[in-house]
């Protein structure tokens, strides 16, 4: 099966201008290639030969510590650990706790810095290498402010405005901030890379464009990227870490997330009956699209997809699958994640220190 993009998603890929992943030869053979899970680009191409050819690329996804990490965060944290551990590629992760802040999202920049370290320990437990993995923490790394600063001579307001929609009355931290978004996309590049690729949901691509733009302006490679499909949240609406029923964290207990699971959005017929004759819905079904997504391969997908179609599969049979799957994969994360040490924290953190003077 592969995942389904509805007509908002491709019109919005067709009003960035970006290109559909299935038109890249050779692909490297990965989950989330396969399903769909991401599905268009920017020179991923361009990326993908430099890796191949030796050359030192990285890749770099951002955090916002006003959350812990839900099951839709997988999207990018899977990219990360495959190129890791498949190419040896080092991992940038920014957390952003500057913004949670200056949004409102915390109270306090020290909620902020405990957020931001126990995500983290999160990221160690779910299998970063902490010798590839380069996370930088904005109160912690404030070198970072004098990139941005040297980038925001080339960024209007009015571009600000356009690309975020704020208006008079935004604060004007929240008016900064992109340009830090920026210069965390584009250090990996300041500090000597030659290449970066950014996994974001689709809906962040003009976020990335202002990146790209500055490259240019700086004579710096533009940043990669490769967008994933929206997934709808468990209740088939989208997914938001300010809705908690439309996701699953992955620090929840299991007889939440299974009440979570029993109650998922389904393609499934409104009798049994009727859905042994008509057969399920793939494409609204969510345990199938999480399944596809993030557990099985592309042949197991395709054989779920056509016997749910079918009716040989019920919905329920599709959540309990989905159930068993994240037992496995969240009771061993658990276990990782009692042993993440705060000094195991600190070796990944970067400081100002250690990268100041390239910055």
Do not use: W
């Not at 056509?306 to 599709?318: C, D, M, N, T, V």
Request: some cysteine; glycine content about 6%.
């Amino acid at each position: 099966m592969k995942l389904p993009i509805d007509d908002g998603q491709k019109q919005l890929m067709k009003d960035f201008g970006l290109s559909y992943l299935a038109d890249v030869k050779e692909l490297p053979k990965f989950r989330g290639f396969e399903s769909g899970l991401l599905f268009c680009h920017r020179d991923f191409d361009e990326f993908f030969k430099k890796l191949k050819k030796g050359e030192k690329v990285a890749i770099i996804s951002g955090f916002n510590p006003s959350s812990k990490i839900h099951l839709g965060h997988k999207s990018f944290l899977d990219v990360h650990l495959f190129f890791q551990k498949e190419y040896g590629i080092h991992s940038f992760i920014p957390i952003s706790d500057d913004e949670s802040y200056v949004v409102g999202k915390v109270e306090t920049q020290k909620e902020a810095l405990i957020n931001a370290r126990h995500l983290v320990k999160e990221l160690l437990a779910l299998g970063f290498d902490p010798k590839k993995t380069h996370v930088y923490i904005d109160q912690v790394f404030t070198n970072i402010y004098n990139l941005a600063i040297k980038l925001s001579k080339k960024v209007t307001g009015s571009t600000i405005k356009a690309v975020y929609g704020y208006g008079d009355d935004t604060n004007s931290g929240m008016f900064f901030y992109p340009i830090i978004q920026a210069a965390h996309i584009l250090l990996p590049l300041v500090l000597g890379y030659e290449h970066v690729l950014v996994p974001v949901g689709l809906d962040q691509d003009p976020y990335i464009r202002i990146s790209r733009d500055l490259a240019a302006k700086f004579n710096l490679p533009k940043p990669a990227e490769v967008c994933s499909v929206l997934l709808p949240g468990i209740d088939g609406e989208k997914m938001s870490k300010s809705r908690p029923e439309s996701a699953i964290f992955l620090d929840e207990d299991l007889s939440s997330i299974k009440k979570k699971v029993m109650r998922a959005f389904s393609g499934g017929r409104s009798t049994l009956e009727e859905h042994r004759k008509l057969g399920g819905i793939p494409e609204k079904d969510v345990a199938l699209k999480y399944l596809t997504a993030y557990f099985v391969d592309a042949k197991e997908s395709a054989r779920l997809e056509k016997e749910y179609r079918a009716g040989k599969i019920l919905s329920s049979e599709l959540k309990e699958r989905l159930y068993k799957e994240l037992e496995k994969f969240l009771t061993s994360y658990k276990k990782k994640l009692a042993k993440v040490k705060e000094s195991d924290v600190d070796k990944v953190l970067m400081r100002n220190e250690t990268y100041g003077s390239l910055v």
